[in-house]
């Protein structure tokens, strides 16, 4: 059975820092990417952070400088590091673990962790 747990969202300020985990279990991790994909209230999912079964990272331009992706292999876990928060960073982050360099249908999913920024 795959499953995907967040931790770390939470209420955070405007110009904080907040560390959201993810802890993956029941795939074969050093062959998936994993991804981090927010969902902005009223707005659709947006794939911000994804990090390739090689380490090699990628960011969508607007988090670009401020998020920082990281994986540790023999702890199953992906780990992503918002700093210098926005407003707009508000939402709900998942966890994805894919083939690929996107998620698509057969992807799992974790469920969610809220992340409120607010001063």
């Known amino acids: 059975q795959v499953q995907l747990v967040e931790s770390g969202g939470g209420l955070v300020q405007p110009g904080g820092s907040l560390r959201l985990s993810c802890a993956a279990s029941g795939i074969d991790f050093s062959i998936y990417t994993m991804g981090w994909v927010r969902q902005p209230p009223a707005k659709e999912r947006e794939l911000v952070a994804q990090?390739?079964?090689?380490?090699?990272?990628w960011y969508v331009e607007s988090v670009k400088g401020r998020f920082t992706i990281s994986r540790d292999y023999d702890a199953k876990t992906v780990v992503l590091e918002i700093n210098i928060v926005k407003p707009e960073d508000a939402g709900v982050y998942y966890c994805?673990?894919?083939?690929?360099?996107?998620?698509?249908?057969?992807?799992?999913w974790g469920q969610g962790t809220q992340v409120t920024v607010s001063s």
């Open positions: 994805t673990a894919y083939q690929g360099v996107a998620p698509r249908r057969g992807a799992f």
């Open positions: 990090i390739f079964s090689g380490g090699m990272p």
